[in-house]
């Protein structure tokens, strides 16, 4: 299928935006029905009954994207290489963004490729995660264990009322009437 004029445009400015890898764009939209890589693996062959012939360890081309039923137009990106040994002619892409309405939950219809939406995935794939140290990993740990630390006081503190509290650590006293003289805190106590 040849590309549509705003397939066109779009490829452009995404070349303006991001250029080359290898002489290759960074970023570009396809028609996934266009798609095809030579691919190692188990294979079965059947007859024009559905029945199954033989099953067979090959390479054979087939398309890229299959699960893309009926094809749609996708942005891909560049990529440095590919985890996948058994793909035989790697083209140096990589799926990125089909344009298609994602609810949350499922797929819905599919969009036409827009400039902007290809803009957001295009950059939204640059952001890099921050890399992680002994210091951010340490301090996290330590953060977490203080909030662990401080739960648990609450809820001991919660189960129990201020005056057990002030009970346990002396800081109450019972007084039956009997005398009208106030205990002293040891503290308050001259030495």
Known sequence: MSLDPIVKHINTELIREFGFVYDKPKFRIIWTGDQFEK????????????????????????????????????????????ADESIK???????????????GSDYGDYLPPRLDMALVACKMSLVRKEKRNYEMDKGEFEDKEDRKEKDIFEQVKDMTSDLAHHFHHKEAVIMDGSSSELPVSPNLVEK
Not at 60 to 72: A, D, G, L, T
Request: proline letters at 8%; charged letters at 30%.
């Open 39 to 82: 691919r190692l693996a188990e294979y079965n062959d059947f007859d024009g009954n559905k029945i199954r012939i033989r099953t067979v360890t090959e390479v054979r081309e087939v398309p890229k994207y299959p699960y893309v039923n009926p094809p749609w137009w996708m942005l891909e990106r560049r990529m440095k290489s590919s």
């Open 89 to 103: 002619n790697w083209n140096g892409y990589e799926p990125l963004y089909l344009f298609r309405h994602f609810d």
